[in-house]
């Protein structure tokens, strides 16, 4: 299987702070990385696809970029519902793979 | 969008059987473009994708689960099903039903389902 292996595994910010999360594929996976958002409590919530590609309904402030083996989520300008953890996951070779995690917190 | 909601046993005894329901809206299991999937997450953990049933002939397991698994569909009731045999506490875990587009991307997520394992 893929591993992917998120850093860090958290990050304390602040609302109007700018946060990268960095996720690394075992192998090359190109651009079939998708990024998911999960509250506690809640089903996660897709993102970003296609390693850049906004899911409809997303926010802008959300962005992502990356091929090959490294990858990155950015959220510029955090917002009070944007403290959640987020998840990375290939989509490249089945099974498909998640990342641990990345717990964003308020400072 | 696609509504999923998972329905099932909360507790399942070691040894046992665990099966789980998906009904879906918005979507027929029925029909292509889209893979009915399962996930799952352990307490405090990441996800893992136990696998999914396309087309309703098509499955795919998650080869560490293969031997265990089975996921099966009702296009009558628009359902889709989750039995995982010989549980253990290692099964214990929030169950998702989902969708997964071709491209391999989960779009819809049902709420989740805690299911423990436990005597």
């Known amino acids: 299987d893929i591993q992917m292996t998120q850093s860090p595994s958290s990050v304390s910010a602040s609302v109007g702070d700018g946060v990268t999360i960095t996720c690394r594929a075992s192998?090359?996976?190109?651009?079939?990385l998708a990024w998911y958002q999960q509250k506690p409590g809640k089903a996660p919530k897709l993102l970003i696809y296609?390693?850049?590609t906004l899911q409809s309904g997303v926010p802008s402030r959300f962005s992502g970029s990356g091929s090959g083996t490294d990858f990155t989520l950015t959220i510029s300008r955090l917002q009070p519902e944007d403290f959640a953890t987020y998840f990375c996951q290939q989509g490249d070779r089945f099974p498909p793979t998640f990342g641990q995690g990345t717990t964003v917190e308020i400072k | 969008q696609v509504q999923l909601r998972e329905s099932g046993p909360g507790l399942v005894k070691p040894t046992q059987t665990l099966s789980l329901t998906c009904s879906v809206s918005?979507?027929?299991?029925?029909?292509?473009?889209?893979?009915w999937t399962w996930v799952r997450q352990h307490p405090g953990k990441g996800l893992e994708l136990i696998g999914y049933?396309?087309?309703?002939?098509?499955?795919y397991y998650n080869p560490s689960l293969k031997s265990r698994l089975t996921i099966s569909a009702d296009t009558f009731n628009n359902q889709f099903f989750l039995k995982l045999t010989s549980v253990t506490a290692a099964d214990t875990a929030v169950y998702y039903c989902?969708?997964?587009?071709?491209?391999?991307?989960?779009?819809?997520w049902g709420q989740g389902t805690l299911v423990t394992v436990s005597s």
């Open positions: 192998q090359t996976i190109y651009t079939r």
């Open positions: 918005g979507g027929s299991v029925g029909s292509g473009g889209y893979y």
């Open positions: 989902a969708t997964m587009s071709t491209n391999v991307y989960i779009d819809s």
């Open positions: 296609a390693a850049s």
């Open positions: 049933i396309f087309y309703i002939g098509n499955t």
